[in-house]
């Protein structure tokens, strides 16, 4: 794998892309969360499809699909991270999370699982907190039955679970995840068998466009406040959100609204905004690959950090 080009603010996240050895083009994230020091926590973000054939309508991710990363793909790019501040492979921080989350739908590559199963025989890190995202396709059944038991084998109580489903409104959710997924309630019924009393609380997550509902009636009707938590992101500013027309809902008065209906409906709730600097480095959800593509054309908002080609880096 070479790094062929990356963004960088060590003060909040570094997004780089790389060619793996197949030739094709992959991107990944370091990031700290100021003002917790890196000491502290550290989060990595890894892709583990090339592109992804979701194509949800507010992700670049789902602009190509060329394919799944192998292990080794996979490993190299935590690989590459943790060597450059911890040559040893020893990563003393308590929270030391990684993602599975930056391009690709992880569920769909069973290497995930593998990466998740040897982990421990790479790396010495006591503080590692897996977080898996998925929008539960049709077909995920045996994936997720499997991480079931790789985390009541190695990460009981120190795994992160998600499903990310964006609305309360199906037809809605149709719309912005076009595929075949996993009814509210067999989501539900994966959650119970999921959460043992030591797990964390599954998060529901809401990329909050404009137009996505969040009904507490549906959300109770389905999810155990018990076994869920509910967590609230922006939609951040991708290509392919603004060719959707889809605004972030996310502004003061109505995030304080949503929230607290939520939590009067006993869930906990996380409002996770981020730093408006997160977009302009391109280090949240969205593609910092498409902007590579596309040779610096950049949605409104997003990606103002530029790409460095850099020699020294490859
Ligand atoms: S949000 Fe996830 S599932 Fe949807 S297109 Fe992006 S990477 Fe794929």
């Known amino acids: 794998m070479k790094i ?31 003002p917790i020091p890196r000491s502290e926590k550290w989060v990595l973000i890894i892709s583990t499809l090339f592109g992804c054939p979701v194509k949800c309508k507010f992700c670049d991710s789902g602009g190509f699909y060329k394919g799944k990363l192998s292990k080794e ?14 040559p040893d492979r020893k990563v003393s921080i308590p929270k030391f999370k990684i993602q599975f989350a930056r391009m690709g739908e992880p569920v769909l590559n069973p290497a995930v699982l593998d990466v998740l199963t040897e ?26 039955d499997r991480l079931l038991d790789i985390k009541n084998e190695k990460y009981l109580s120190n795994f992160q679970m998600q499903f990310s489903i964006h609305t309360t409104n199906e037809k809605h959710r149709d719309w912005l995840i076009p595929v075949r997924k996993w009814s509210f309630d067999q989501i539900a019924d994966y959650g119970r068998r999921f959460k043992t009393s030591e797990d964390k ?31 609230i992101t922006p939609v951040n500013p991708t290509f392919q959100a603004e060719k959707n ?9 109505d995030r304080l ?16 905004i981020g730093e408006l600097e997160e977009n302009q480095i391109g280090s949240n959800c969205g593609q910092h690959l498409m902007n590579y593509l596309n040779q610096n054309q950049k949605p409104q908002g997003a990606y103002s950090y530029s790409l460095e080609k850099c020699e020294e880096c490859q």
């Open 4 to 34: 062929v080009a990356k963004t960088e603010n060590n003060d909040i996240a570094t997004v780089y892309v790389a060619r793996t050895q197949q030739g094709k083009l992959i991107e990944f994230v370091e990031s700290v969360q100021p």
């Open 73 to 86: 793909e996979i490993f190299e790019q935590i690989d590459y991270m943790v060597a450059h501040h911890f």
């Open 119 to 144: 982990f421990d025989q790479r790396f010495d890190a006591p503080g590692f907190l897996p977080s898996v995202s998925t929008i539960a396709p049709v077909g995920c059944d045996s994936f997720l």
């Open 201 to 231: 609380k599954i998060t529901l997550n809401f990329a909050l466009a404009d137009d996505n509902e969040i009904d507490t009636n549906i959300l109770l009707r389905h999810f155990d406040p018990e076994i869920f938590l509910i967590k």
């Open 245 to 253: 027309n889809l605004g972030s809902k996310i502004i003061d008065q």
């Open 257 to 272: 609204e949503i929230t607290e209906k939520i939590r009067k409906a006993g869930y906990g709730v996380i409002v996770s």
